[in-house]
Nanobody, 119 residues
Framework: EAQFVESGGGLVQAGGSLRLSCAASGFAFGNYAIGWFRQAPGKERERVSCISSNDGRTGYADSVKGRFTISRENAKNTAYLQMNSLKPEDTAVYHC????????????WGQGTQVTVSS
């Protein structure tokens, strides 16, 4: 069973940066795309970014394009999300998951990591 431990969140002022980590276990990490997702209070969970398994292809939601960068280290079974120029609307709980599916296609989520951006 795939398991994820997300970390790196915190409280930051608008314009600041954070780097999130996603430590994965229970599956062949290097064989799968990885996605980052977020859910803000009172809103539906949305897909933020995805990275392919081994050729570096990436994709971003329009709302974060140019500010966030996804990466991965297959040798460490870990994915990252570098978040720069943070805005208050980036405030959410961030999760990672196997693949690049729509959020409703996932059965469960890890505990996530809280990102709070103050104005």
């Amino acid at each position: 069973e795939a398991q994820f431990v997300e970390s790196g969140g915190g409280l930051v002022q608008a314009g600041g940066s954070l780097r999130l980590s996603c430590a994965a276990s229970g599956f062949a990490f290097g064989n799968y795309a990885i996605g980052w997702f977020r859910q803000a209070p009172g809103k539906e969970r949305e897909r933020v970014s995805c990275i392919s398994s081994n050729d570096g292809r990436t994709g971003y939601a329009d709302s974060v394009k140019g500010r966030f960068t996804i990466s991965r280290e297959n040798a460490k079974n870990t994915a990252y999300l570098q978040m720069n120029s943070l805005k208050p609307e980036d405030t959410a709980v961030y999760h990672c998951g196997v693949g690049c599916l729509q959020p409703h296609e996932y059965d469960s989520w890890g505990q996530g990591t809280q990102v709070t951006v103050s104005s």
